[in-house]
């Protein structure tokens, strides 16, 4: 794939070159600021940008607004957040759209080098990556406007991994269960969060999106 890189730490983002650059992949530019990645993206059109969420100037919010910037202008280029932090307001606004080709990573989560290459080619190939400890903090709620109260814990289970971008077969393997089970909890999720007769967009995305209006 086509990458850039949008990392202030040096040291990661020339680990980051690196790595990349041993799978095969193609690194157009390697930059250390927000600005710099829309910059960059604007001119080589990448498939796939790698983005941290807090940079200079500020060290806030300037990489996930640049990537909200980079979905807005070039739908096609898909986002991976590689980020020490869950941002709840940015994160949950890139995760309103159309979440295909989008994910978010946290760095002291992602294990091994493994995991955050299976997470980079699911995002290219324009699927979904997130992490659950962001899914978690994303989905909590107070109490008294708690929708997933009405839930099983096996369907919070399901309604978890769907977030991640898991497909039912994944999820079936991963909780062990049969397909047909998973595709009983994600009806039965549905059902619940008055999603059964939604037409004209994808119900596995608004049983997401329901908790992150």
Known sequence: MRVI?????????????????????????????????????????????????????????????????????????????LSQYVEKRYATELMSGDVDGVGYLLKDRVAQVGDFLDALERVGEGGAAFDPEVVRQLLARTPQVDPLARLTPREREVLEHMAQGYTNASIAEA?????????????????????????GYSRRVLAVLRFLS
């Open 175 to 199: 909780l062990f269960v049969s397909q047909s089970a998973v595709e009983k909890h994600v009806n039965s999720v549905f059902d619940k969060l008055g999603l059964s007769h939604t037409t």
């Open 5 to 81: 890189l949008a990392e202030d730490s040096t040291l990661l983002r020339e680990g980051l070159v690196r790595l990349l650059a041993e799978e095969g992949h193609d690194v157009l530019a390697a930059v250390g600021d927000g600005a710099a990645l829309v910059e960059a993206v604007a001119a080589e059109r990448p498939d796939i940008v790698v983005v941290d969420v807090r940079m200079p100037p500020t060290h806030t919010d300037e990489g996930l607004r640049a990537a909200l910037e980079i979905r807005s202008r070039w739908p096609e280029v898909r986002v991976l957040v």
